[in-house]
């Protein structure tokens, strides 16, 4: 195996499949002895290797005139190396135009999320795809290969591709599941549970296209943790597939979800309140400081807004003015004398040049914005919550902001009641990411999308204190106990119903964990 530089290898997305994961990507890709086959990505050659294996065992004594084609952006040891009838391109694929059809292309994508992307690259990418489906500036790179490779394929042939977990779980992949199924006759995908490759947690699934040209007559989802196809895949809905399909196999949790947003008087969050990222500074060290610095000191307090850092200042219920935070330096435009020295110390840092800094006028002004009337977990292992800004902080991104639209007290303290309760969970587990780490990502979007409790009667307070103390003192699954029951008593919540919500937070949890 090839060793190349630590940047090379994040720059290119660089992670060879091993042999075992190469095996069992090929065993549903290809059927017969005589194909044409494309790996767009190449790297070391693993998945043709494995490709050609799979072909002399299906040709036995027999002749096979397979060709195994391999592209790559860059040059990699042991490619062709040992395949018969082996050839390699050394190009960008997502420039390359199809010269000649095949019929299999097997790949494993650069791992680049859309951030490692350059803008201009992501623009044309966009413009250049959007005639087979909008894919917004949000696609990682994935996404751009799966679509290029299409353009070269035969009418009939098919795709095996290990994906990132976003395939089935980002906003964006919901358009091309749709297209996927508007042009292949079977799709078929293996969720992989584990870790699988060196040097990355990042979760992968396998993907099996076939019969392009046809739309979809199945859809089969399937979950292992182990490599192998001995699991039960389930037959899933076209529509299901088109949406938050990954969420079908935990219970029916689109079915627990409707029947309170129809029957129990719960709403999306987003009905009531907007949720936006934290402040965005570009240089935390440099713009927000400890409360007992000496720059603190010396400028106006109006200059110095009170925020929290991490999301560790998420203790309970609310956020108040005990809790530890630090100060941002709102520095108005022109300077007042006294940051006169700083900003200069910050010029000779080269703070102005930061990315984040060139998009202000002047470099230093940031954009603080309203004081948020909630705050909300960004990355969390277990249990996020809502807790309320008492203490009048703003946060940095890796805290979410909440702005309550016309609600009132009772009403808020409801929406965090049941967005800790168990079914406030299972939507945010149903709605949210998971990094490769387990770790659950709550976008904004996640967030609107879950679902809350709403009405304006009072929450008991008595209850209410309980609830935040439990959290304050770590016990969080007895605080989730504590508002799932009020919650049950408040909405007439059935218990079967809880009961499936219960074990589908279950299974997400022991997915993702
Ligand atoms: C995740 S590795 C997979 C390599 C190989 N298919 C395997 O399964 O072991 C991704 C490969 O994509 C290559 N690559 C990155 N950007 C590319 C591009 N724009 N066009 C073609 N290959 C690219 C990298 O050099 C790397 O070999």
Same mark, same amino acid.
């Given at each position: ?38 790996? /767009? ?146 799709? +078929? ?172 006028? /002047? ?69 949210? +990411? ?23 009667? /009072? ?47 279950? +299974? ?6």
């Amino acid at each position: 195996m090839s060793v190349k530089p630590e940047h090379t290898v994040r720059r290119n997305g660089i992670y060879y499949t091993p042999a075992p994961l190469a095996k069992l990507l090929i065993e549903g890709s290809i059927r017969e002895s005589n194909v044409l086959i494309l790996d /767009p990505a190449c790297g070391e050659g693993a998945l043709l290797k494995a490709a050609a294996t799979k072909c002399q065992q299906l040709a036995r004594s027999q002749d096979q005139n397979s060709e195994f084609h391999g592209c790559d952006k860059l040059k990699h040891n042991g490619f062709p190396n040992g395949i018969p009838n082996s050839h390699f391109i050394q190009t960008d694929f997502l420039r390359h135009q199809a010269s000649r059809l095949f019929n299999v292309i097997v790949m494993n994508p650069p791992f680049l999320a859309n951030a490692r992307i350059a803008e201009k690259d992501r623009r044309d990418y966009r413009t250049r795809f959007a005639q087979i489906c909008d894919l917004e500036m949000k696609a990682d790179i994935w996404a751009y290969f799966l679509l290029n490779s299409v353009s070269h394929l035969r009418p009939g042939g098919g795709i095996g591709a290990i994906l990132p977990w976003s395939f089935l779980q980002a906003e964006y992949a919901a358009n091309i599941r749709k297209w996927l199924a508007q042009h292949f006759r079977s799709i +078929k995908v293996l969720v992989l549970t584990d870790d699988h490759f060196q040097h990355t947690t990042k979760r992968v699934l396998l993907v099996w296209l076939e019969g392009y040209g046809e739309s979809t007559s199945t859809i089969e989802l399937g979950f292992s943790e182990g490599l192998s196809h001995d699991c039960r895949y389930e037959q899933m809905d076209v529509d299901i597939w088109q949406s938050k399909c990954l969420f079908r196999r935990f219970g029916d949790v689109a079915g627990i979800l409707n029947e309170c947003l129809s029957k129990h008087g719960f709403i999306r969050f987003g009905d009531i309140a907007d949720v936006k990222i934290g402040i965005v500074t570009g240089a935390n060290k440099y713009f927000i400081l400890p409360t007992h610095s000496e720059m603190c000191h010396q400028c106006p307090k109006t200059t110095l807004v009170p925020i929290i850092t991490s999301s560790k200042s998420l203790k309970k219920l609310t956020v108040d003015d005990t809790g530890e935070h630090s100060l941002l330096l709102k520095i108005p435009a022109p300077a007042p004398p006294c940051f006169t020295s700083y900003l200069r110390k910050g010029r000779r840092k080269e703070i102005h040049k930061r990315s984040h800094s060139i998009r202000r006028e /002047p470099w230093y002004r940031i954009d603080v914005g309203r004081m948020p009337d909630a705050f909300f977990h960004y990355r969390v292992s277990l249990i996020p919550f809502l807790a309320l800004n008492t203490g009048g902080f703003q946060s940095t991104n890796s805290i979410h902001r909440v702005y309550f639209r016309a609600a009132n007290a009772n009403v808020q303290r409801w929406a965090q009641i049941s967005l800790l309760s168990t079914i406030g969970q299972l939507s945010l587990e149903a709605s949210s +990411k998971v990094y490769g780490n387990g770790i659950l990502k709550v976008e904004p979007s996640s967030l609107n999308e879950s679902i809350v409790y709403f009405s304006q009667s /009072p929450v008991p307070d008595k209850i209410y204190r309980l609830i935040s103390s439990l959290i304050l003192s770590g016990r969080k699954a007895e605080a989730v106990a504590k508002a799932t029951q009020l919650l049950r008593e408040q909405a007439g919540l059935p218990k079967r119903l809880l009961e499936k919500a219960e074990a589908a937070v279950k +299974k997400f949890r022991q997915h993702r964990l």
